[in-house]
């Protein structure tokens, strides 16, 4: 036989963690381990053929559907089918028992108590054979027989060592313990079928260049294998459930959120908008109570509220100020002539022309009807009788096909310091009066 070709067919058995067991359909545990150290100090090459349960295993193996077991122990019963390399891996059994157990140190000290052990198994032939007095409960599987003990229906379970604590691992089983260390070892070995058993010395040879090193790289496997914690799919997929919701819960929460702020800040924006809108009616509002609608000079209330300021100053300050009555002449006939309508146009642009001659500090005002006001502060009586001409004669200048000759008559009168708002105003009507007097179109200045 050409060593080089030599392609083995195998089968495991799917469920005995860590020895082998089947995940995704791939061979893992101690036995793929030894296959691959195998097939790097040798020319056999194995292939993999997968069954469900050690049942299939044995008939795959009787049937010729694949030539080798890896790992397993050889007893009298097997060897009818299967012929056994040498042994390459040794285990020891232990015995299980609940914690409120005493420790029975090995098989020989039980006497009354019941012993679970597999159907089948190696161990359970050990046992009928060498104790036929002990109280055997057979039990499926070594999880069977880990959870009877753990419920207390058995006393003991006698099993494998590696795959016992695996399975306590895995379960949880934290109720078990080691009570004492059952004298029969696993000596766990390769079955190889009847029909193939030419292939027998090849693998002994190839078992037999096995390294010191290659079976401690096993054992750290074993440590690592124990290490990890088998997934619980079911507590992966709840916890997976329960953070997508949370996700999602979140997530709503958050869209909720900016939506809301959104609506908000949209809400916030039509509000501002309202107040500044409300604030620009105040203003103007303010401005309309103190101007006066036809010239848009300040109107009566306003002027005298300025008026009393004025005084308050020069009550303080001793400033001089000329208060201006300007009244428009013959009013009543320009009515008469253009009608009320164009007499309102003129009235608005003798209150420009007005406005125009004044300086900044002055203030205009429409007192009513056809007469203005000019408060002038810090103006001595004649500098206010040169601003009454320059608009007198502003008024001339201004005479166009629009807008007829007018004319008025101002009267000034000077701040006095005992003087009172109304007194002041009093004698600049009576000034005006007096220039009306005097034939119109004059100013007249109140002597003090
Ligand atoms: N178009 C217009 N006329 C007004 C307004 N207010 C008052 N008048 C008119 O102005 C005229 C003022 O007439 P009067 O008080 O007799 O005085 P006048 O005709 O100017 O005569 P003198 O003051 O003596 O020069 C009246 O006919 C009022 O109806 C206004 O807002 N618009």
Redo the contacts with the bound molecule.
Sequence with gaps: QDMATTKISYCVDPDWAPYESIENNQHIGISKQYLTLIEQRSSLRFTFVPTQTWAQTLSFIRNGKCQVIPLLNSSIERKQFLSFSDAYFHAPNALYGHYDQVMVGNLSSITKQSVAVVDGYRMHQYLTRKFPEMKLITVENEKAGLIKVANQQVDYFVGSFYSANKIIQQHALAQLRIVGIAELEDKLRMGVAKESSELLPYINQAIAQLTSEDHNKVFSYLKMANLVKQTNYAVVFKTAIFFTLLILILSAAYIRSVKYSKVLAAKNQILKNLYQQLDQKNQELAEISIRDP?TQLYNRSHLAEIIEQQIRLKHRYSTTACLLMI??????????NF??????D??KQFAKILSHCARDSDIVARW???EFVLLCPETEPDEAMVIAKRFQQALVEAHKDDFPVVTC?IGIAELDSKTTAEQWFVSADNAMYYA?DKG?NTVHCLER
């Design positions: 036809l009244d428009i002449d013959d009013f009543k006939q320009i009515n008469d009608g009320h309508k164009t007499g309102d003129i009235l009513g009807g056809e008559s009306k119109k």
